[in-house]
């Protein structure tokens, strides 16, 4: 059974850093990328960055493009996603999401239906 379980989240004030964490479980070498999202209180879902399990190229949104980081361990039981330089419209819930098929592109930054696994999320609010 496949378990994705963020952590990390908080309340920040503007300009401050966290670090999100996702723990995979499950997926064992069936784990092509690994993809954050974000949702905040009445907006859709939306891509903020995402990782190749195979080579580590990633994808940014260019709303935190120069300031997130994402990043994953080499047994890729862990993503990270590094927030620095936060900012109010950063709020939400986040979310790591997981893919068990082969493939890797732009769209897995903007597209849910790209991936297979979800976890249940951390709140993020950016507030001073």
């Known amino acids: 059974q496949v378990h994705l379980v963020e952590s990390g989240g908080g309340l920040v004030q503007p300009g401050g850093s966290l670090r999100l964490s996702c723990v995979a479980s499950?997926?064992?070498?069936?784990?092509?990328?690994i993809g954050w999202f974000r949702q905040a209180p009445g907006k859709e879902r939306e891509g903020v960055s995402c990782i190749s399990s195979f080579d580590g190229a990633a994808y940014y949104a260019d709303s935190v493009k120069g300031r997130f980081t994402i990043a994953r361990d080499n047994a890729k039981t862990t993503a990270y996603l590094q927030m620095n330089s936060l900012k109010p419209e950063d709020t939400g819930i986040y979310y790591c999401?997981?893919?068990?098929?082969?493939?890797?592109?732009?769209?897995?930054?903007?597209?849910?239906?790209?991936?297979?696994?979800w976890g249940q999320g951390t709140q993020v609010t950016v507030s001073s």
């Open positions: 999401a997981a893919r068990a098929r082969r493939g890797w592109g732009r769209s897995l930054l903007s597209s849910i239906w790209e991936y297979d696994y």
């Open positions: 499950g997926l064992g070498s069936d784990q092509y990328a």
